[in-house]
Structures are given as structure tokens and as C-alpha cells.
């Protein structure tokens, strides 16, 4: 039978926020996080059988975490009803994974002093994967996977397409606010891991720089600091982290594990256990930043 939404007893942050906690607590000791995949393929950004769209923010998360915990190939997922609508039958036993939506409701007003006051609230939805549902051939497909060549020629094109100043042949990778540029090693100093080539471990890392870059006043203007404080150096190194790990999905790039994670994941951890939200936010602001880019980038003349 299909499960039920949320009720307003389900807190659906603690919820989520929990489950990403355990599986950044999982992976730390491998200097991995849960959003990178273990076996060398890209992950690809979930997406939805009926209305046939990418997953954004927390959801992609979310659903990676529950991909690679159960084993699932399949990026295509559905509520009961979509596969049902399909002509698909979720097989008996499946667990469904949680996903979040936000609709605009009336705000309950015990005084009555302003009772048509609107905003958005959190509600959730169940889905299951196409590897849980029998007696379909899904019409929707997930991205054909690309050669290495082809995702490296997409990565160059989003880099060139931006319009950054990148600096390579320096000491490290970062972006100076500064002067407005990315610095980063020459090409020929990455070597590349278990998971990604040398050319993938050099744009995921771009991908990286390239988030930090979109935040800036003159683009995104993301600021931190009055929402997280002396923790926003934190939160703006985990939306960089996000938006890379988003990018290297749409360009088909293996990111690489940075070993500067053991660094941030104990920062990381501290920040979203003392708030439920901050992982919303860091996910949304890194879906921005990887949709802004893109974009840009298709845009360049």
C-alpha cells in the first residue's frame, strides 16, 4: 500500500539531518563522504519517473546515501502511485527512502491577530528506487553514461564558459576574494586515487574552487555569517563540497576524496547536530551555485 505523508508530529529536519549525520559518521575514517561514490563512477543526480526532473538540494543527497546503502543502480525513483501509474508494482517488503518538498500554507494563529499570514513549510514524500519495482521497463532513463573523454571536454567547457580567472601552476587550491581568482596546482601535480584519474582528481577540484567563486557579492552574494556564525567558514566549505559533488554528477566526473576532509568533517558534524536546518541550507545554496554555473556556462557567448 502506499505509505503516508508526514504528519505535524514528524520532524522531517531531525529526520533527514539524522540519516546524513550517520553516514557522514560512517565514512569519516576513510576520508570520504556519503555523496562520493566508492567504486569509480560518477554518480548521476537522481530523478524523478513521472515528472522526469533532477532531485535538487537535500533530496539528492538523500537519495544517494540510500543508493549506495542498498546497493541500488538505478538513478530513477517514484512514489508508489507514480510506479502504479506506470504500469509498475513496488515488490512486497521494500522500504521506501524519505524525500522533502515545501509547500506554502495558511501559519495556525492562536491570537487570530493575523490569520491569512502564509509561508512555506516542510512536508515529506516516500519513493522507491526502479531496482525495487517489477514488471516495468521505466520509459524515462537516466543519463546514458559518458566516456572519460566526454566528461572531461564538459568539465573544460564549464570551466572556460564561466568566465573565472584561474591561476594554475600554484603552491595549493583556493579562491582569493581578494583578487577575484582561483589558484590551483598544475595539472600535472594531481595524481589521481582509487576512484578518480588525475584529469577528474584536477576539475573536481575546480568544481570545488568554482562554488566558492559563485558566492561571491558581485554573483550569488552568498554570506554565512549572520545564519551561522563563527561556523559559517564551515558551512561555506560543506556548500562547496555539495555544489562540486553536484557539478562532477551533471559533467560525469569522479570526484576525488579530498584528504582535507578529516579536517572539516568533525567542524562539519558539530554544526549540523546543534541545527536540524543547517544541511537544508547548505544544500540548497550548493544546488544554486551548480545550477548558476551551469548555466552561465550555456550562456557564454
Known sequence: MPTKTSTEHFDVHAAVTSKIITAIEEGAGAFQLPWIERSGRALARPINVASEARYNGVNVLALWIEALAQGFTSGLWGTYRQWQALGGQVRKGESSSLIVFYKMMTERDEDQEDPGRRRMFARTSRVFNACQVEGLEPTVTA??????????????????????????????????????????????????????????????????????????????????????????????????????AFLCADLGVCPEPRRDHAAYIQSWLAVLKSDKRAIFTAASKASQASTWLQDQAQTAP
Open 143 to 244: 543519463p546514458a553514461t559518458r566516456t572519460i573523454v566526454e566528461s572531461l571536454k564538459r568539465a573544460e567547457a564549464l570551466v572556460r564558459g564561466v568566465g573565472a580567472e584561474v591561476c594554475e601552476g600554484a603552491d595549493l587550491a583556493c579562491y582569493l576574494p581578494a583578487k577575484d581568482a582561483i589558484l590551483i596546482p598544475s595539472r600535472d601535480h594531481f595524481v589521481g586515487s582509487s576512484t578518480s584519474s588525475p584529469t577528474e582528481s584536477f576539475y573536481a577540484t575546480l568544481c570545488h574552487e568554482l562554488v566558492h567563486w559563485s558566492g561571491a557579492k558581485l554573483r550569488l552574494d552568498r554570506d554565512l555569517t549572520g545564519r551561522f556564525g563563527s561556523q559559517a567558514y564551515a558551512m561555506e566549505e560543506l556548500v562547496a563540497e555539495l555544489g562540486a
